[in-house]
């Protein structure tokens, strides 16, 4: 049996570009039963331009949007950078209106809007986006299948500031937890662009590299990455590569040793060794920049949204999915406390480098050795 088409307003017409993406897309292949119903914005010309491509109505105000409406998503700065995103939640969620809202949000205003959806009976949800990535689902089915076979033994992960909240969510969902959590006072040399914290989440030991800078005129832009993130195991290690792939399995190297002591390198009892040293499960072709923005981005919040479906659907879950969202901002909340305030940069336009240039440049490294090879 099918759930009925659930009408949605997306409020934010920044990011909420992706929301608007993912709920008119023909080039989705994920089926949904969600209908764009409107957009709610100040009521600029390109919010207005955005209405009219969509044909859906624009309204300028939470008072505007009628009471039919099943969920609103919020895609609006929150307290937490600075905005009245959490505000215009409560005065939703009162109404009875589902809200899924754009992370981040701290403690003290998720905790007034769990208190707002339990008034009006609705359902309320943190959009941390990353962790229903393509990528991020296919590591995250592999963890929960290596956390069945032995304990995870340590994390290892890089990101920028921005990215540490997204990626304590991750994180916490590879263990299957966040508490107990704790982090180091950071490590950071004069200089260098990376602070380093230690520490642990639901008791896993934890190492975090984080690039502390921003650029104030151009703040989305100027990181060296987004995150990536290693998971060591008895067995092997497994990455997440990049924000946005690949994963891959690094198989521990474990040879047996012979009746002198020396290790055996071939031959009988060295059959783990005939393993690839690097495998890459999941999708084996990240996608282009231009397809993150089209389809995997947009995957994703359909992912989210469909979470949220699940809360408006059965309330039982709403309890979980609220504590969820407490945890993981107050753990960004310990942790941004100990690394202080990113340090302001005037970084230029990076670099483009040829792709192609750099796919021959490591093609033909080999070569000198091949020639060798193949005058003997």
Known sequence: ??????????????????????????????????????????????????????????????????????IVCLVLRSGAIGGEGSEIAQFLLRRGIHVLQEHPVHSKEIAANLVAAKQGNAAYAVNTLYHNLRHSRQLLAVAKYLNEQHPLAEIEAVCNS????????????????????????????????????????GSVPLTLKIQ??????????????LHKLSLSYESGVLSLADTHGPVLWNPRLHSPRDGTGRLMLKGKGTERLAVPSTVTLGDKEPR??????????????????????????????????????LDVTMAWSSLTQNIGMPTLINSSEPASISMEKLIDIAANACHYDEKINTSR
């Not at 920044?14 to 023909?26: D, N, Q, V, W």
């Not at 397809?291 to 059965?314: G, K, M, N, R, Y």
Request: charged share 20%; proline share 6%.
């Open 162 to 201: 921005q990215m540490a909240y997204p990626l304590l969510d991750l994180i916490g969902r590879t263990v299957g937890k966040l508490r107990p959590w704790a982090f180091s006072e950071p490590t950071h040399i004069e200089g260098h662009p990376y602070k380093v914290v230690t520490g642990h989440i």
């Open 212 to 225: 502390n800078q921003v650029h104030p005129d151009d703040p989305d832009n100027h990181s060296f990455l």
């Open 1 to 70: 049996m099918h759930s009925p088409i659930k009408k949605v307003v997306v409020a934010g017409t920044g990011f909420g570009r992706i929301y608007l993406e993912a709920l008119t897309s023909k080039d989705l292949s994920t089926q949904h039963n969600f209908q764009l119903v409107g957009i709610m914005a100040k009521g600029s010309d390109y919010s207005r331009r955005c209405a009219e491509e969509h044909q859906v109505s624009l309204y300028t105000s939470e008072e505007q949007i009628p009471d039919d409406v099943d």
């Open 288 to 325: 282009s920049f231009h397809q993150v923005f089209a389809l995997t981005w947009p995957e994703a919040i359909l992912e989210a949204l469909h979470s949220l479906s699940l809360d408006i659907d059965h309330k039982d879950r709403r309890k979980h999915s609220g504590q969820w969202a």
